[in-house]
């Protein structure tokens, strides 16, 4: 887990006491769990966070509570909620590193737990949290009190319950945080500038296939419209010849069609004759390549080599082929990550993705990129879905069509 959920104590997981506009921490016998806690954090926990607590309690420095206190409160909480760790810094003033709004105890959980902090968030309810948050570097969810206190200056999301911070995190949160780039896979033009106005997708691949699918019967003018209408994203149109000097050919026109425009080339022709040399070739020339079709280590070693020194690139391992044939793609894509270091300008893809799960598993090995057709990532509206709200809607789905086929025994 190298995402995590950094949590707030009081008036986030519990009720706070509140006098005077302010809030206060409770004693044990005044502590309510707030609402939704406890199923909140366990959809997080379930979609791979690690939660920490971070809380500021001076009170053991004042001398009005004591850390066995703090303690028992902890342990009534972690008795209902899937908590990996609570935080405390216990100081009094601000002195100390770990009292938010300071970063601190963010920072050392970050170290102590490989914790990427760009792609993590803390959810609290005082502009301390949101503060702490902005100077660790991760998203800050505020649940606003309304507290006789600051309000916490932008950026932040504003959320009413930590039941709505959850939603938000596994829903819009979780997709904007993506380390993987999304590309779309398809040719269906109208499909394209759907996707194109999801800033979510930061490049387009096609191919022969697709295009056939599509009914694109002129090659050249589709590829020139779709760059005239997608200028500002990468865009992969592949060559569609046997014979490597007729690829050369091909390629040499489709580079020229636009700026972000990569060229496919096969690892083989239909022959089992490798085109390493042809890639190194066109490379070497300058010409942005996407070398495609791979599902073997061998095959990604030796396109590596071919791309060493050349210019920026694409690897297309064809993940989810791998997948049909009964083999688990996670090692294997992790395995070609690793051997792209030696091509510090070419980015892995993972391509042929078969379900909207294989972004998460890309984006989890550090994959540069994944491709995907546009019903898979129409299915990002899904993410952090209740899954018991979605058992009922799949329930009133078969009654719906049961009762509309007019079915009867």
């Not at 926990?45 to 009005?64: C, F, K, M, S």
């Not at 694109?216 to 589709?222: A, H, I, N, S």
């Amino acid at each position: 887990m190298t995402r995590a959920v950094f949590l707030d104590r009081d008036g986030v997981l519990n009720d706070a006491i509140v006098r005077q506009g302010k809030p206060y921490p409770p004693s044990l016998d005044e502590l309510r769990i707030a609402d939704g806690a406890p199923a909140a954090l366990t959809r997080l926990r379930e979609a791979g966070y690690r939660l920490i607590v971070v809380t500021n309690q001076p009170d053991v420095a004042r001398g009005t509570t004591t850390r066995a206190a703090i303690e028992a409160i902890h342990d009534a909480l972690a008795a209902e909620m899937p908590v990996d760790e609570f935080l405390v810094c216990e100081h009094d003033g601000d002195s100390c590193d770990c009292r938010k709004p300071k970063p601190g105890a963010l920072l050392a959980a970050a170290s102590q737990y490989g914790l990427d902090l760009k792609r993590s968030f803390l959810i609290g309810d005082r502009w301390r949290d949101v503060e702490a948050a902005q100077r660790a570097g991760c998203t800050a969810l505020f649940i606003d009190r309304g507290y006789d206190e600051p309000q916490p200056t932008e950026p932040f999301v504003r959320v009413a319950s930590i039941t709505e911070a959850a939603d938000w995190i596994l829903s819009k949160g979780v997709v904007q945080n993506l380390g993987v780039k999304l590309f779309a896979d398809g040719a269906d033009k109208a499909g394209m500038l759907e996707m194109y106005a999801n800033p979510l997708i930061q490049g387009f691949t096609t191919n022969p296939t697709l295009m056939r699918k599509a009914g694109v019967t002129d090659y050249r003018t589709f590829a020139r419209e779709i760059v005239a209408a997608i200028p500002d994203r990468p865009i992969s149109f592949e060559v569609f010849a046997d014979d490597f000097e007729e690829m050369a050919r091909q390629a040499r026109e489709i580079a020229t069609w636009g700026a972000n425009v990569y060229v496919k080339i096969p690892v083989t022709n239909t022959r089992r004759e490798p085109s390493y040399e042809l890639v190194r070739r066109l490379s070497a020339e300058g010409m942005q390549l996407n070398v495609t079709a791979l599902l073997t280590l061998v095959q990604v070693r030796e396109v590596v080599d071919a791309l060493r020194s050349g210019a920026a690139a694409y690897v297309s391992v064809f993940a989810g082929r791998i997948a049909d044939t009964g083999r688990d793609p996670v090692p294997m894509m992790s395995a070609a990550l690793e051997m792209l270091q030696l091509a510090p300008r070419a980015e892995l893809i993972w391509a042929s993705p078969r379900e909207l799960l294989n972004v998460f598993q890309a984006d989890a090995i550090g994959c540069h990129i994944i491709t995907a057709t546009n019903d898979i990532l129409k299915k990002l509206s899904l993410v952090g879905r209740d899954l018991a709200d979605y058992s009922l809607d799949t329930v009133q789905m078969f009654f719906d069509d049961g009762r509309k086929a007019g079915y009867k025994l």
